[in-house]
C-alpha cells in the first residue's frame, strides 16, 4: 500500500495508508444517519465550521490533508484557495444606523437584481430552518435566506472515461475560481444590505459553514436532487456551486421547482457507472428521516480527498452539458402534458 498516493484496484479505489491512519474509525454514513428514521440537524463531519471554530470532529483532518497536499503540490490551486478564503475572512463594514424601509416585493426585487448583477446566476429567497444548521454550530443569525447559485464553466472539466491530470484540474480549478467569484458576489451583497441599516452575513467557500446548503437551495427553487447528491437545476445542470446570505429583511418566498429530474435520475446510469469508487447507487436511502438519494461518503471521500475534489459525476450528467438542461426540462414537461392527456 502507497503511504502519499492511492490506487484504484477492481475492487474499488484503495486509499493510501496516510488517509486510512487519519480517518476516524466511525463510518461517515453512520454520522450523516443513513437508515435513521428520526428528521434530526445535520452532524459536522467533514468540512471546517466557521461559525464554532472547532477541529475535533470526525473527518478533519482528512479534509485538511487534501487542503495541504493541494497547496503544496499544485501551486496555482494554492493560490486561488488563498485568496478565496483571503475573501472570506475580509472585514466588512458595519450596519448604517439609518434603516430603510420598503416592502417586501420591493426588498425582493432589489435583491435579486444586486445579486445577479454582481455575479449570481441564480437567486432565490427562503425561510430558514433550524434543522438545516449543522447540530451544535451557532443558530443563524436571521429569519430568512437569499440562496445564491454560481454557474461553473464546463469547458475544461470535461470527463471522456478517463480521469487523467488535465481533467482533474480543471475541476479543482474551476471548483476553487466558482467559490471565489461567490464569495465577492456574497460581500457585495452584504455591503449593500447593511450599507440600508440591516443585518446581513452569510458565506460562499471553499469548506462549510454552519449550514447544510442543499436542503434551502431546493426549498429556494433551485432544482431537484439528484441520484450523484448534487442539485439539478432546470438551466445550468449540476454545474453550479452554492453561497447564501442570511438577513432579517422581509422577503417574497420562492417554492420549490420540479420538472422531472427525480424521476430521470431513476432511468439514469451515468453517474454511477463513471464514478470510480462506485459511490453512487440507484436506490434512494433513508437518512435522517428523509427518503432520498444519497451518496456513500465513506467510499466517495477517499476519492475526493484524493483528486482535489473529483466532480466526474456532475460532469458526466446528461443536465449538466452546455445547453442540454433546458431542452431537457423541456422535452419532460411535453412528455409529462402528453401522458396525461392519453389517460
Ligand atoms: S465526487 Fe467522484 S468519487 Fe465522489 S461520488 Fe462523485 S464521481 Fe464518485
Ligand atoms: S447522471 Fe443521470 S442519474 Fe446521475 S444525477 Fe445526472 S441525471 Fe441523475
Redesign the pocket.
Known sequence: MNVFTGRLTDAGFEPPLLHRLLSPRVSGNTINGVGEAQVRRPSRIYHWCYLTHSVWYPHYFVNMLLLVKATLFHRRFGRIVSAALAEQQKRLRSVASRRVQRSAEDWTREIREFARQSGADLVGFVRADPLWVVDGCEELPGRWLIMLGFRMRYEGMEFEGKHNASVKEGVALETVKVYHRGQRTVNALIEWIREQGWSASGTCGPGASALNVIPPALAAGFGEL???G?I?NRELG?AFRLGYVVVDIPLMLDEPDTFG?DD??TR?????NSCPAGA?VHEKQLVRGVHKWYVDFDKCMPYFNEELGCGI?IT????SRPGVAAKLAEKLRAEGVKSRLST
Not at 268 to 272: F, M, N, P, Q
Not at 316 to 319: A, F, G, L, N, T
Open positions: 439528484g441520484k450523484h448534487s439539478i449540476s429530474a430521470f435520475c439514469c446510469k451515468a453517474c454511477a453512487i459525476c458526466v450528467c446528461p443536465w
